[in-house]
């Protein structure tokens, strides 16, 4: 590869993102035009700038970034200002992997400049949309050839992070985990009130005779303890879809002018028709009609611990999250970690006993036998839940899986009588796994190894591996966007076919016993060939 002396890169698309930043410029003279006509009154017209000058502002940024490179460093330029970083204060350029929400199969690819203070900062450009993308691999190539001839980089191969390795960012996790749990204790703050106010509405009794009832109707402030019985007649009713608010209207506003009620209260009721509200301190909590009776929804303190409950428990997933970063030994950034799925289904678990005890005794979780019972057995259930789910999480070292127990036989073709299909597969197309079509090896029954694309029996369609071409190499966990390809509990061996690398991958005892049935095979070939 010849020399590099110079990288720029600079957005794709450029001319159109000058277009919609003219657009996003007229957008803006629209709403200063529109707010100078009306005063401080932002109507449609307005808005439509306002938002047209704010994807404008987005595109500006996009079509004035440029990252350029040379024997000196490194220079960003974005509208928000210019920095320079020198070679040898860099440490490594690695690739930042991030998918779509609603589809995996959509990513985005950008490059982190990893300094030797430990700081991470991601560069606007190259950017990639593609996991095929020419450019952005030349771009990038380009860059750490100038950071290898001019820097000390860290040795190795390029680490592809993304949100399900190690080396994914823990700010937003963590923050995440504190939002819940601050919600969960300011919930929980508010159940002994909202208990309280619950038992208060349950045993409300009519209020004397006198008792300044419109007054109190009209009132938001405090009002009486005790219930009043106003009457009103219906004006009119705006009932609207269930995510809309309805109201019901009252006849020369009285007792007050309208009231928020369902859907389903304001189709029932009907103009003209003679209602009695009850009131509670300062509220209407029920309208009584001819043929329907509306409810004003009160929050009880179970709801409210339910609540509390919720937050904590959804906390614990982001706090999985952490914990398995945290965990063990320190894997490298680009290494894929277990899923936190098992913790997922450990907090489910903890939530269908916990949820329950929580609505029906929400002041009194330790006040009676029932409800000590109730938490303790629960308790252990979540105990056993969540060792459940250390245990299967748990980061396996690649060492551990050469020593596991299985014997292979002696002979390369197998001597097994019934054949052996394990799930496993080749990450590269090659003869033996064309287009990848392999999900399965099976091994035995007199033959050698072979790939197939299904699980048995019979060897359909299965093609032979050339044990005789393939090298062992080291056994590793997935790195970087591996996991999307096999599952995170399994390792994955390098191997060498005749001078090109493959990667076979396979749960960790089940590939340590391909890999011995394929050297068993490859010692077979090997003393098979002087003989014939």
Request: proline content about 7%; charged content about 20%.
């Amino acid at each position: 590869m010849r020399d590099v002396l110079e990288v720029v890169c600079r957005p794709r698309g450029r001319r159109v993102r000058w277009f919609f930043a003219g657009l996003g410029a007229a957008g803006a003279i629209l709403a200063a035009v529109r707010v100078a006509q009306r005063g401080t009154v932002l109507d449609a017209g307005a808005a439509l700038g306002l938002l047209l000058a704010l994807g404008g502002l987005a595109s500006l940024y996009g079509v004035t970034a440029r990252v350029s490179a040379d024997s000196s460093g490194l220079r960003v330029r974005t509208l928000l200002g210019r920095r320079s970083v020198p070679w040898h204060d860099i440490a490594d350029l690695r690739v930042r992997l991030k998918y779509a929400h609603t589809s995996r199969s959509q990513e985005t690819r950008r490059v982190v400049l990893v300094l030797h203070d430990g700081h991470k900062r991601l560069l606007p450009l190259p950017k990639s949309r593609s996991a095929d993308d020419p450019d952005f691999d030349a771009q990038l190539e380009a860059l750490r050839a100038l950071h290898r001839r001019h820097g000390a980089p860290e040795p190795g191969r390029v680490l592809v992070v993304s949100e399900r390795t190690a080396g994914r960012g823990w700010a937003g996790t963590s923050v995440l985990c504190v939002l819940l749990l601050a919600g969960a204790g300011l919930a929980a703050w508010f159940v002994p009130s909202t208990a309280s106010d619950e038992q208060a509405w349950r045993s409300a009794v009519p209020c004397a005779t006198g008792a300044p009832a419109e007054r109190t109707a009209r009132s938001r402030g405090a009002g009486e303890d005790c219930l009043t019985t106003l009457r009103a007649v219906i004006a009119r009713t705006g009932a609207r879809p269930p995510k809309q608010r309805s109201w019901v209207y009252f006849a020369d506003r009285r007792p007050i002018e309208r009231l928020e009620v369902s859907y389903e209260a304001a189709e029932a009721f009907e103009a003209g028709d003679k209602a009695e509200l009850t009131v509670w301190r300062g509220q209407v909590t029920e309208v009584a009609g001819a043929h329907y009776v509306w409810h004003e929804h009160m929050t009880t303190g179970g709801e409210m611990a339910v609540i509390a409950a919720v937050s904590a428990l959804a906390a614990g997933y982001p706090g999985a999250l952490l914990l398995l970063r945290l965990r063990g030994r320190r894997p490298p950034d680009d290494e894929v970690l277990p899923s936190a799925l098992p913790f997922a289904g450990a907090l489910v678990g903890t939530a269908l006993w916990l949820l329950p005890l929580c609505y029906l005794h929400p002041t009194t979780l330790l006040s009676s036998p029932a409800t000590i019972t109730w938490a303790a057995g629960g308790a252990l259930v979540t105990l056993g839940l969540f060792a459940w789910a250390w245990h299967v999480t748990r980061i396996r070292p690649p060492e551990a899986a050469e020593d596991t127990g299985a014997t292979e036989p002696t002979g390369g073709s197998g001597d097994q009588e019934t054949a052996v299909f394990l799930a496993a597969r080749f990450l590269e197309h090659t003869d033996y796994n064309p287009r990848r079509f392999g999900t399965h090896i099976v091994l035995g029954a007199g033959e050698p190894p072979a790939v197939t694309p299904h699980p048995g029996p019979g060897r359909f369609a299965a093609k032979r591996i050339p044990a005789e071409r393939l090298t062992a190499g080291t056994v590793r966990r997935p790195r970087g966007d591996e996991g999307d390809t096999v599952p995170t509990s399994w390792h994955i061996a390098e191997l060498d076919d005749a001078g090109r690398p493959v990667r076979l991958a396979a749960a960790p005892a089940d590939l340590a016993r391909i890999l011995r049935a394929l050297h068993s095979a490859k010692a077979t070939v090997t003393t098979a060939a002087p003989e014939s």
